[in-house]
């Protein structure tokens, strides 16, 4: 059974850095594993994405300032983010998509991060 945990959120000021992990326990191979978000009035939108072959996506709001990283040993997937806008404030969401057996997706409970100005 997959289970996603999301940790690391918190309150930051503008141009700091956070690093949010995801335990992605039961994850034994996945189509997509991604980080989105959503800010309160706002509809929830994709951050970054990761493939199977390890191709990574991201919106362009946070390219050159998130990325993306799977740990396989230990079934984690993280966001770094740096440079921080109070902009990105937002509750930040794991997701998990496969094919196999058949098609799914699952989501964490949320990290909210709070960028002050």
């Known amino acids: 059974q997959v289970q996603l945990v999301e940790s690391g959120g918190g309150l930051v000021q503008s141009g700091g850095s956070l690093r949010l992990s995801c335990a992605t326990s039961g994850v034994i191979s996945f189509y997509r594993l991604g980080w989105y978000r959503q800010a309160p009035g706002h509809q929830r939108e994709e951050v970054a994405t990761?493939?199977?072959?390890?191709?990574?996506d991201y919106a362009d709001s946070v390219k050159g300032r998130f990325t993306i990283a799977r740990d396989n040993a230990k079934n984690a997937l993280y966001l770094q983010m740096n440079s921080l806008k109070p902009e990105d404030t937002a509750v930040y969401y794991c997701?998990?998509?496969?094919?196999?057996?058949?098609?799914?997706?699952?989501w964490g409970q949320g990290t909210q991060v709070t960028v002050q100005s």
């Open positions: 997701y998990y998509e496969s094919s196999i057996p058949s098609w799914r997706e699952i």
């Open positions: 990761i493939m199977s072959d390890s191709s990574t």
